[in-house]
């Protein structure tokens, strides 16, 4: 499946990614998915999107939870800590 969308998709620019990011660290945990695709300031393809999506999953920048809602989960000073701490190494 993932093949498939890479194929009928448009790759994302980097400000369509930003802007996507943005959305969503905006409104953390009010919006599902596709209402998100909905409320964007910008339309896109819904392949595009579901890359963009696919991606922010995987650097763990947002998760999604049992209902289906998007949250931002990314947070930066709490990595730059763990950095520091000798116990973990990254």
Do not use: C
Not at 20 to 37: A, C, G, L, P, Q
Request: net charge positive.
């Amino acid at each position: 499946m993932a093949q498939q969308i890479l194929k009928s998709a448009r790759h994302p620019n980097l400000q369509t990614v930003i802007m996507v990011e943005k959305f969503i660290k905006d409104n953390s945990m009010f919006y599902t998915k596709r209402e998100i695709f909905k409320h964007l300031p910008k339309k896109m393809l819904w392949g595009t999107y579901k890359i963009i999506i696919d991606y922010l999953e995987e650097t763990l920048k947002i998760t999604t939870d049992k209902d289906g809602v998007i949250s931002y989960i990314w947070n930066p000073e709490l990595l730059e800590k763990i950095k520091n701490m000798q116990e973990i190494k990254i």
